[in-house]
């Protein structure tokens, strides 16, 4: 949608105080009050920009093809391999936009703290949801709790790992990937000189 494009390229060009939708209205070529009767205002706008980057890049929605693979996936490494890809590739979408929002909320904007507080639920949510997967397959380290699970993959996907690999010591999105797929098997499954552990 034209609008969200637009609505991305100013927030991210310009921050979130800055960019108005007067502007975004005139960049997209539509009314002021289409984009407030589609999306009621900037906090609607930045929340559809960001659920849309959790889309990711492929042809269907990224969660789906996690949720997949999470039911077909036969050996537990590959299926971290999988989180990291996924990773890899919703990241560069993804963190511009919520560092976006996180820093809007810093600034004392209390609808940009609001939608950063619902963006961290929602995270955690997931990641509780992928962990009782893991466990359901029988994947886990017998040690760990669900919880504990989810709370590895919430550090691991937490986008100030992103911001400080990628945007600041110039990893590509490939090697963080990796990074979090061999984080994930070594912390989430068993060893495998060590039965049962």
């Known amino acids: 949608m034209r609008v969200l494009a637009q609505s991305r390229e100013l927030f991210l060009a310009g921050g979130y105080g800055r960019t108005t939708i007067a502007a975004i209205a005139r960049a997209a070529g539509v009314s002021k009050e289409s984009v407030y009767k589609g999306f009621g205002g900037k906090p609607g706008l930045v929340r559809a920009i960001y659920e849309q980057s959790l889309l990711g890049a492929g042809g269907s929605p990224a969660e789906e093809r996690s949720d997949r693979a999470q039911t077909t996936v036969t050996d537990a490494r590959e299926l971290m391999e999988q989180f990291g890809r996924f990773a890899a590739e919703v990241s560069p979408l993804g963190a511009p936009v919520f560092l976006?929002?996180?820093?809007?909320?810093?600034?004392?904007?209390?609808?940009?703290?609001?939608?950063?507080?619902?963006?961290?639920?929602?995270?955690?949510?997931?990641?509780?949801?992928?962990?009782?997967?893991?466990?359901?397959?029988?994947?886990?380290?017998?040690?760990?709790?669900?919880?504990?699970?989810?709370?590895?993959?919430?550090?691991?996907?937490?986008?100030?790992l992103y911001e400080g690999l990628v945007l600041r010591r110039g990893w590509s999105a490939e090697h963080y990937g990796n990074l979090i797929a061999k984080t994930l098997a070594a912390n989430l499954l068993p060893h495998p000189s060590a039965s049962g552990s």
């Open 100 to 160: 976006l929002i996180r820093d809007a909320a810093a600034s004392g904007d209390p609808d940009m703290a609001a939608l950063l507080r619902d963006v961290e639920d929602a995270r955690y949510s997931r990641m509780l949801h992928n962990a009782r997967q893991i466990l359901a397959r029988g994947f886990m380290r017998k040690a760990l709790t669900e919880a504990e699970a989810a709370d590895v993959m919430f550090a691991c996907t937490a986008t100030e």
